[in-house]
């Protein structure tokens, strides 16, 4: 005899196991950018690679195309987050891989929005709302230089292409990291 339906409230972040079991996912690895332009989808390319590397269901995999205010939209409810996205800075080279922080970020493409707030201020004016955000410690940012950003092509540049397995990695050192010091 099947089991009743029963409705249950899932909180963001959670996954319904089908014992009724509700299994909290408190990272969330967010791969930004427009996978139709180019160098642009370098962050939603390493995410879905990193995704394929990490093979466990304990971390969330999603690719947006959102910054600012959000962005908070996204990562609200998780305790942590690796967001990776395209970067072009003055002296960069294509290809060059950044860790930083949120309140580092100068000018990532999509992280920080010139039609939006930055990410440190969104990322304040959601707390101040009571919006459950991570801590600035509990939030990297892997950000890949990039050379073309306005070219409709789904394919990164030579030297960018090169480096997503490296920024992999990267992602991948930085998920360990979380579990060692969440433990």
Do not use: W
């Not at 249950?8 to 139709?36: Q, Y």
């Not at 390493?46 to 959102?66: I, L, N, Q, R, T």
């Not at 991570?134 to 070219?151: G, L, M």
Request: proline share 7%; hydrophobic share 45%.
């Amino acid at each position: 005899m099947p089991r009743p339906y029963r409705a249950i409230s899932v909180p963001r972040g959670a996954i319904s196991l089908a014992s009724g079991e509700i299994f909290s996912v408190k990272t969330i690895v967010v791969g930004l950018g427009n996978p139709i332009l180019c160098d642009d989808g370098v962050g939603i390319h390493v995410a879905m690679a990193a995704k394929e590397a990490y093979g466990k269901d304990d971390v969330h995999f999603v690719e947006a195309s959102v910054g600012g205010l959000r962005l908070l939209s996204v990562i609200n409810g998780y305790e942590r987050v690796v967001l990776v996205d395209a970067i072009i800075t003055p002296d960069g080279r294509p290809g060059e891989i950044y860790r930083m922080g949120p309140n580092e970020l100068c000018a990532s493409l999509h992280a920080d929005c010139s039609h939006d707030m930055s990410l440190p201020v969104a990322m304040s004016f959601g707390r101040k709302m009571g919006m459950p955000l991570p801590a600035d410690e509990d939030f990297i940012i892997v950000a890949i230089e990039v050379e073309d950003v306005r070219t409709f092509g789904e394919e990164c540049t030579p030297q960018v292409a090169a480096v997503i397995p490296q920024a992999v990695e990267a992602v991948l050192a930085e998920l360990q990291n979380m579990a060692s010091s969440a433990h």
